[in-house]
């Protein structure tokens, strides 16, 4: 009885207040006529959207505050003057770089009159071919070419040759193709630990499978209400996650990492999750650094959440499937552990097929079909395909699929052996160095090395000038090293541990000299706070590669280059 007495009094309190605010509207409203009051609410109503719309968007506001600052500041005549000539001088720099040609060369802009006979297109390759200064198979470039083996490229070029002209989109006239690619993917999945639903797709390297990842899980946020889906994944997670983001429209929310272990803060990517979350990430290994994520604990918000869970093993998925069998224990990262709902790995790394070609694994048929493409109302016909190109390479499948059956379960397994053992060697020996340190605990293939004493990019241009290719990374800044076959060769490792060790030593002189060179220009990349201008340089770095101007004046090509595997 007390309980409804009070509901009442509450209840009375409420009405007084209502009543109070409508005669305190109405009095103010006395003196004004109809149109005021509807002008009024429409234009406040207006504003309430447009301001909505102004604070509520996929990129916030301090970004795109930032960004309309920079602009403003570029458009100041003596400033933007300034800034747009150092602009143009870096992608001069960058085009003399890239382009120059030998002696006696140029480039071709136009179909030749009459067709070179077979000889003489063999003659042209031969001398394109002498544009390679960097001597990979000397094992001194960091990943890039996974092995190259003699024996496996002829028969790689003998099967591509067999099904160069075949295409995947005619399963009808090429079912061998068909089958080829089947077993691809249901060995890839058996691999993975995949169950009898499991399924997948080959694509065209590891970007397309974690784009069409992204796709999937896009479209079922999209079925279940959500506008504006969200990637949730680490800041470590690879670039083409913010590809996916900006092709597909979704958001891309970086998640930190333990500053120790280098692996995605479990606790901060709990916090992130919300009604707008359409998939989570981790990566097995991330490329930075080389650490492999706690996908278990990460799985546990999936299945608690309800959200598919994304394992990026595009990098080392070749490599982590056979370490069991090689007496190297990881943390369970497949389909055993639940929550993961889709796996995406590169065949053309670890997995020694040509370049173009990737798999993109899910634990349901449900997830792959939100990534097929099907247009059943087109005039030609009712087109459909599993992934973003319609017609594909037979002969990259086939030749895929050859690599896969000659090298084997023991062929894979001795490969992984080498190259885990070759990682460790280095992290090992480099954490002996005094003057540096391995970020983290590097459980695969790639080793990153930093300094709290001096510009780690010193040590980068050190190691170009001996002949190394190493990558170079930023936030922090780091190299690292992505162990392949090639560096199992004999004396690899320990002439590498050896220039690294006698170039920290010369280093540590004198510590906080300057950087110079390639070095200087990725520090101060990283250090420009108007990421648009880093932007721009890269769409000039981009226009050189499609360059057929010579230019004016002759360099060394670039080496000691940033470039992704």
């Not at 299945?303 to 369970?332: E, Q, T, W």
Request: aromatic residues 10%; charged residues 20%.
């Amino acid at each position: 009885m007390d309980y409804w007495s009070a509901l009442e009094a509450y209840k009375e309190m409420l009405l007084l207040y209502l009543e109070e605010g409508r005669r305190q509207v109405n009095s103010h409203c006395a003196d004004l006529e109809p149109w005021q009051i509807i002008g009024a609410s429409v234009l406040t109503t207006l504003g309430v959207v447009w301001a909505h719309g102004f604070l509520f968007q996929q990129e916030s506001l301090k970004s795109r505050v930032k960004k309309k600052c920079f602009r403003l500041i570029r458009k100041i005549p003596f400033v933007g003057g300034a800034i747009q000539s150092q602009l143009n001088k870096a992608l001069d720099d960058m085009s003399t770089s890239l382009c120059t040609l030998k002696a006696g060369m140029s480039y071709a802009t136009k179909l030749p009159s009459k067709g070179l006979t077979q000889n003489q297109v063999l003659d042209k390759i031969r001398e394109y071919q002498t544009l390679n200064e960097v001597r990979w198979e000397k094992g001194c470039v960091s990943g890039a070419v996974y092995w190259g083996d003699e024996t496996l490229t002829k028969l790689l070029v003998k099967v591509y040759g067999d099904f160069a002209w075949s295409n995947p989109l005619h399963p009808d006239i090429f079912p061998g193709v068909r089958k080829m690619e089947a077993e691809v993917v249901r060995m890839a999945c058996t691999l993975f630990r995949g169950g009898p639903n499991s399924c997948g797709t080959v694509t065209s390297g590891g970007t397309e499978s974690i784009l069409m990842a992204c796709k999937a899980y896009r479209d079922m946020a999209y079925e279940r209400g959500v506008k504006y889906p969200e990637i949730l994944a680490p800041v470590s997670v690879h670039a083409a996650f913010d590809k996916a983001a900006h092709y597909f429209g979704m958001k891309l929310v970086h998640i930190p990492l333990d500053k120790k272990t280098m692996k995605v803060d479990v606790k901060a990517m709990k916090r992130a999750i919300n009604k707008n979350t359409a998939m989570l990430v981790c990566s097995a290994p991330q490329f930075p650094h080389g650490i492999m994520d706690p996908i278990e604990e990460v799985g546990k918000l999936a299945v608690r959440y309800n959200l598919p869970l994304h394992v990026d093993a595009c990098l080392g998925g070749f490599l982590i499937v056979f370490m069991a069998k090689c007496g190297y224990k990881l943390a369970p990262f497949d389909f055993s552990v639940k929550g993961v709902t889709s796996i995406s790995a590169d065949t053309h790394k670890y997995g020694y097929a040509p370049k173009g070609s990737s798999v993109i694994l899910y634990s349901d048929k449900k997830y792959r079909h939100h990534q097929y493409f099907v247009a059943p109302d087109w005039q030609g016909g009712i087109y459909a395909s599993p992934s973003i190109a319609g017609s594909r390479p037979g002969g990259i499948i086939a030749a895929c699929w050859a690599t896969m059956m000659h090298m084997g379960e023991n062929g894979y397994v001795d490969a992984t052996r080498k190259i885990i053992s070759a990682a460790r060697k280095i992290k090992t020996d480099v954490r002996k160095i005094k003057g540096v340190f391995v970020f983290g605990d590097p459980e695969v293939s790639v080793v990153a090395i930093g300094s709290d004493v001096f510009d780690i990019f010193r040590l980068s241009n050190a190691l170009t000038t001996k002949g190394w290719n190493l990558n170079t990374l930023q936030y922090p800044s780091s190299i690292h090293i992505c162990c392949t076959v090639l560096h199992t060769q004999p004396g690899v490792v320990e002439q590498f541990v050896k220039d690294v060790r006698e170039e920290v030593g010369i280093i540590m002189k004198n510590p906080k000299e300057k950087t110079t060179g390639m070095g200087a220009i990725y520090g101060m990349a990283q250090s420009i706070p108007d990421r648009s201008m880093v932007t721009e340089i890269s769409r000039g770095f981009l226009d050189c590669l499609y360059s057929t101007e010579v230019p004016k004046t002759t360099s060394n090509h670039m080496n000691g280059n940033g470039k992704a595997h």
